[in-house]
C-alpha cells in the first residue's frame, strides 16, 4: 500500500509503483515514474523545504530522496539510490543503482555516473562528465573532521572505474582519469592522469581508438547517444571557456 501525503502535488501521468511513500512538500511534474519501495521527500526534521522531481525523470525502485532536493527532466536514477539533502540534479542525468549522493552537491545537465558512486558533500559534477563504476569522491582532508572541500568534476572528462579523487581537486575538462587511480593533484583539461601514485600522462591524443591510429579522444567525436544534435559545438564553445 502506498503512503502519500495529501499535502504533496502531484502531476498527469504520474506513475506509482507498489508501497512508495511520498511527504508533505514534494512536487512531481508530469509523466514521472516511481518504482516500487521508494521514499520521496524523507527529512530529519526539517520542515517546509520542498523536493522537485521535473517532467520525465525515472526513480527506480527502493530510491530514497530527501527533502530540499531539485532533479530536472528526464532524469533518471537507478535502483537503491540515495540523494540526500540540498542536492540540485540538471536535466537528462543518469545516476546509476547503489549510487549515494551525500548532499549539498550539484550535478549538471547530461551528467552520467554509473553504479555504486559515491559523491562526498560539496561535490561539483559539470555537464557531459561521465563517472564509472565504484568511483568514490572525498570531501575531508583530515578525518573526522567539519572540513568539506568538494570535488570538482569540469565537463566532458571521465573517470574510471575504483577511482578515488582526494578532497578539493579538480578534474579538468575533458581529461581523463585512468581506472584504479589515486587522484591527489589537480588534474588539467584534455589530459591524461592515472595510477597510485597519480601520474601525469600527457594529452588525451594519445589515446588511440583499438587497432586504429585515430583519436579515441575527445570522446564526442565518436559518441553521441542521447546527447543533443549540436554537441561538438558545445564541446567547442565550453573548451573555450575552460581552457
Same mark, same amino acid.
Given at each position: 500500500?502506498?503512503?502519500?501525503?495529501?499535502?504533496?502535488?502531484?502531476?498527469?501521468?504520474?506513475?506509482?509503483?507498489?508501497?512508495?511513500?511520498?511527504?508533505?512538500?514534494?512536487?512531481?511534474?508530469?509523466?514521472?515514474?516511481?518504482?516500487?519501495?521508494?521514499? $520521496?521527500?524523507?527529512?530529519?526534521?526539517?520542515?517546509?523545504? #520542498?523536493?522537485?522531481?521535473? &517532467?520525465?525523470?525515472?526513480?527506480?525502485?527502493?530510491?530514497?530522496?530527501?527533502?530540499?532536493?531539485?532533479?530536472?527532466?528526464?532524469? $533518471?536514477?537507478?535502483?537503491?539510490?540515495?540523494?540526500?539533502?540540498?542536492s540540485?540534479?540538471?536535466?537528462?542525468?543518469?545516476?546509476?543503482?547503489?549510487?549515494?549522493?551525500?548532499?549539498?552537491?550539484?550535478?549538471?545537465?547530461?551528467?552520467?555516473?554509473?553504479?555504486?558512486?559515491?559523491?562526498?558533500?560539496?561535490?561539483?559534477?559539470?555537464?557531459?562528465?561521465w563517472?564509472?563504476?565504484?568511483?568514490?569522491?572525498?570531501?575531508? !582532508?583530515?578525518?573526522?573532521?567539519?572540513?568539506?572541500?568538494? +570535488?570538482? +568534476?569540469? !565537463?566532458?572528462?571521465?573517470?574510471?572505474?575504483?577511482?578515488?579523487?582526494?578532497?578539493? &581537486?579538480?578534474i579538468?575538462?575533458?581529461?581523463?582519469?585512468?581506472?584504479?587511480?589515486?587522484?591527489?593533484?589537480?588534474?588539467?583539461?584534455?589530459?591524461?592522469?592515472?595510477?597510485?601514485?597519480?601520474?601525469?600522462?600527457? #594529452?588525451?591524443?594519445?589515446?588511440?581508438?583499438?587497432?586504429?591510429?585515430?583519436?579515441?579522444? !575527445?570522446?564526442?567525436?565518436?559518441?553521441?547517444?542521447?546527447?543533443?544534435?549540436?554537441?561538438?559545438? $558545445?564541446?567547442?564553445?565550453?573548451?573555450?571557456?575552460?581552457?
Amino acid at each position: 500500500m502506498n503512503n502519500i501525503s495529501l499535502k504533496a502535488r502531484i502531476g498527469k501521468n504520474v506513475k506509482i509503483g507498489f508501497c512508495v511513500k511520498i511527504l508533505d512538500n514534494v512536487i512531481i511534474e508530469d509523466n514521472v515514474s516511481i518504482g516500487d519501495y521508494c521514499l $520521496i521527500g524523507h527529512s530529519n526534521n526539517q520542515k517546509n523545504i #520542498s523536493t522537485l522531481i521535473k &517532467k520525465g525523470t525515472k526513480i527506480n525502485s527502493h530510491s530514497i530522496i530527501y527533502s530540499d532536493v531539485l532533479i530536472g527532466k528526464n532524469s $533518471i536514477i537507478g535502483h537503491r539510490v540515495l540523494i540526500r539533502e540540498k542536492s540540485n540534479i540538471g536535466n537528462n542525468v543518469q545516476i546509476g543503482s547503489y549510487s549515494d549522493i551525500e548532499g549539498c552537491c550539484k550535478i549538471e545537465d547530461y551528467a552520467k555516473l554509473h553504479s555504486n558512486v559515491h559523491v562526498g558533500q560539496h561535490s561539483i559534477i559539470k555537464s557531459y562528465a561521465w563517472i564509472f563504476p565504484y568511483v568514490i569522491l572525498t570531501n575531508d !582532508p583530515i578525518p573526522p573532521s567539519n572540513i568539506r572541500r568538494g +570535488v570538482i +568534476v569540469e !565537463p566532458f572528462s571521465i573517470i574510471c572505474t575504483r577511482s578515488t579523487i582526494l578532497p578539493g &581537486k579538480i578534474i579538468g575538462f575533458g581529461s581523463f582519469v585512468g581506472a584504479n587511480s589515486l587522484v591527489n593533484s589537480n588534474l588539467k583539461g584534455e589530459t591524461i592522469g592515472s595510477g597510485n601514485p597519480f601520474i601525469l600522462r600527457g #594529452s588525451i591524443k594519445k589515446l588511440k581508438i583499438p587497432h586504429s591510429k585515430k583519436n579515441a579522444y !575527445p570522446w564526442i567525436s565518436r559518441f553521441k547517444k542521447d546527447y543533443p544534435r549540436n554537441i561538438i559545438k $558545445i564541446y567547442k564553445r565550453l573548451q573555450k571557456k575552460y581552457l
